[in-house]
């Protein structure tokens, strides 16, 4: 998957993005995330048909970079893809989606998905879909003063679907809302029944996450 694409696969050195992270200082839910999403994207890709792996994001135009680590040549053209470590890409995910989407201000099950929806639509996608399912205006800033009070309102409200929880209603929610969002998009036929399951794991994962917000 292509980090940006609109579906899960930016910067290096040079530009002000660190090239390693320490993990163990990270919150759960992005711990969780990390291990959830990188390891299983290790390989160069270098799929003619993927408009991730070119840096104009259009098969046949520019360079064929790649993706690896799930980082796309087409959201980072700057990047040398093929020698990207493990380390350097866990430092991208975290500063480019975890931390753009004010990771640590949510509920880790929360923390985790807006993460890996951010990872695969954009921070900006990510934060909106988030905010049209909480009834907040959808200015794609995950906030403290609108957007968190509004999710915990709607966490502590019982299962309209005899669910052990609201937040079990919520977590569906948005992995539907992605759902329906990732299959509209040209490139969903490529690995339609990958990505459905994908999800269907987050929340899965999601689940066992820590409620406190940033807890380790």
Same mark, same amino acid.
């Given at each position: ?39 299983? #994207? ?18 046949? @135009? ?51 998905? @807006? ?8 921070? #900006? ?18 906030? @403290?003063? @609108? ?70």
């Amino acid at each position: 998957m292509s980090a940006g694409t609109g579906l899960p696969a930016t910067t290096g050195a040079g530009t002000g993005v660190p090239t390693t992270i320490t993990t163990g200082v990270r919150s759960a839910a992005c711990r969780a995330w990390l291990a959830f999403l990188l390891p299983t #994207e290790g390989t160069l890709s270098l799929d003619p048909t993927d408009p991730g792996n070119w840096t104009s994001g259009q098969p046949g @135009v520019g360079r064929l970079v790649g993706t690896k680590y799930g980082i796309a040549a087409s959201a980072h053209p700057g990047v040398d893809i093929a020698n990207l470590t493990l380390d350097g890409a866990q430092a991208i995910a975290v500063h480019d989606y975890h931390d753009a989407i004010h990771g640590d201000l949510l509920p880790g099950p929360f923390a985790f998905m @807006v993460s890996d929806a951010a990872f695969g639509s954009g921070p #900006e996608v990510a934060a909106k879909q988030f905010q049209a399912m909480l009834g907040v205006p959808q200015d794609g800033d995950i906030g @403290v003063e @609108v957007t968190v009070p509004a999710l915990l309102k709607q966490m502590a409200q019982p299962s309209r679907y005899g669910l052990a929880s609201g937040m079990d209603d919520l977590l569906c929610e948005y992995a539907s809302r992605r759902l329906l969002f990732e299959s509209n998009l040209g490139i969903w036929s490529i690995d339609k029944g990958g990505w459905t399951r994908r999800l269907f794991h987050s929340v899965d994962i999601a689940r066992s996450l820590p409620l406190e917000p940033g807890a380790p």
